[in-house]
């Protein structure tokens, strides 16, 4: 398997794995706008034998404060193929996008997603206590990528326009 940035000619293979994953659209479309909302700010494949296997996506996104707009990353979506799923995949492309966005110097990632998954990659829905969301609290995480980024931060999630929240 190869981890690595997406590149042009991964598009339409992107759209099939999360429409395979999601068994619909919906993650495929989310993707397609956000490229074009020039949201990225990392995208990453999992390739097997010349073929995209798996995908995650890494955003920019804000936490409005009392003082100010504090950046963060949104993890949203992450796919891998029905075929390949509980072999690890998923988890490699988690690793590898985190250690991308260390390499750019962010902060804070924060991920909706299931309870028992995302805390073994650090995230924490404890972290997230005073980030208001939309989202249940317990599958509402935060991830701190450099110590103490997020411990006195209070505010509000706004993501980009193509989450429609």
């Known amino acids: 398997m190869i981890l690595r940035e997406e590149i042009a000619r991964d598009r339409d293979s992107i759209r099939r794995v999360h429409e395979a994953a999601f068994s619909g659209a919906d993650e495929a479309r989310l993707v397609d706008e956000l490229r074009e ?23 920019r996104m804000w936490i409005d404060c009392e003082g100010g707009a504090i950046p963060a990353v949104a993890l949203a979506p992450m796919s891998v193929v029905p075929e390949y799923q509980r072999r690890g995949i998923g988890g490699q492309l988690i690793r590898a ?14 991920v909706l997603g299931h309870e028992h998954y995302y805390p073994r990659f650090g995230f ?39 989450f429609g929240l």
């Open 37 to 59: 909302e020039g949201a990225f700010l990392c995208s990453m494949v999992a390739e097997i034998d010349g073929a995209v296997a798996g995908h995650i996506l890494f955003t």
């Open 124 to 162: 924490s829905a404890e972290k997230a206590r005073n980030i208001a969301s939309p989202f249940p609290p317990e599958a509402f995480m935060a991830l701190e990528l450099a110590p103490g980024a997020i411990d006195d931060v209070v505010g509000r999630v706004s993501y980009a326009r193509a």
């Open 97 to 110: 996008g985190l250690g991308r966005l260390r390499n750019l110097r962010e902060r804070i990632v924060l």
